[in-house]
């Protein structure tokens, strides 16, 4: 069973670009979540996705953006890139529904670097 | 307001010592709680789950974990560590039912010793 795929898997960009990244979640997944990694925030949740609406936004910026097809494929974009945008971006793909009680898939993330 | 604390930034053990990791939270009611590692430049890997039930969990790669209610604690434990074993570890804690917005902690750097 494939797993969470996320592309691409690295990433430089320059400051006042715009990025899209994309995740593809575990065959039978409805749900996707972003999170943004870095060395001194950690990890923070940025979206929620399910069934192409979404769920739940962390407190970001409205530059971070995101959207669910009726694959349950996700993207997340960032307009007018930021030098703190730089992070490890992981996307993470669940069952979803309204048991709830299951667990997120992460994959294996896209390195932003902007310069 | 919820969160997860991880007082230990970094710990270093000898290979085939024993291992805690330590996770304090902060919510109201009782989350869901969850351990992950991540090695360098990968994702994040779920060792076990917390939901509800016996309180003494297991997981993969012989860890397991003892949610402590009056304690507001979700340890991670291993009997004997492997040289593998070395990577991040991150608690978390979701607290609503039916989403994924995890709170994680800070994270734990485990070395290990030859």
């Known amino acids: 069973k494939a797993g969470v795929t996320q592309t691409p898997r690295y990433l430089i960009k320059t400051r006042g670009q715009q990025v899209t990244l994309s995740c593809s979640p575990i065959?039978?997944?409805?749900?996707v979540s972003w999170y943004q990694q870095t060395p001194g925030q950690g990890l923070q949740f940025l979206f929620e996705?399910?069934?192409?609406?979404?769920?739940n936004k962390g407190n970001f910026p409205g530059r971070f953006s995101g959207r669910q097809f009726s694959n349950s494929r996700s993207e997340m974009n960032v307009s007018t890139l930021e030098l703190g945008d730089s992070a490890l971006y992981l996307c993470?793909?669940?069952?979803?529904?309204?048991?709830?009680?299951?667990?997120?898939?992460f994959g294996q993330g896209t390195r932003l670097t902007v310069v | 307001a919820q969160s997860v604390t991880q007082p230990d930034i970094h710990i270093t053990v000898s290979e085939g010592a024993s291992l805690e990791l330590r996770c304090n939270y902060s919510?109201?009611?009782?989350?869901?709680l969850f351990w992950y590692v991540q090695s360098p430049g990968q994702g994040l890997q779920l060792l076990l789950k917390?939901?509800?039930?016996?309180?003494l969990v297991q997981g993969i790669k012989g860890f397991e974990a003892e949610f402590k209610r009056s304690q507001s604690s979700f340890n991670l434990r291993k009997p004997s560590v492997h040289w593998s074993d070395a990577a991040e570890y991150f608690c978390?804690?979701?607290?609503?039912?039916?989403?994924?917005?995890?709170?994680f902690g800070t994270g734990t750097r485990l070395k290990v010793l030859a």
């Open positions: 993470a793909s669940s069952f979803g529904g309204s048991a709830g009680d299951t667990e997120a898939f």
């Open positions: 065959s039978g997944h409805r749900s």
């Open positions: 996705y399910f069934s192409e609406t979404q769920r």
């Open positions: 919510y109201g009611a009782t989350p869901y």
């Open positions: 917390y939901f509800s039930g016996d309180t």
């Open positions: 978390a804690l979701s607290y609503t039912r039916g989403t994924y917005k995890y709170i």
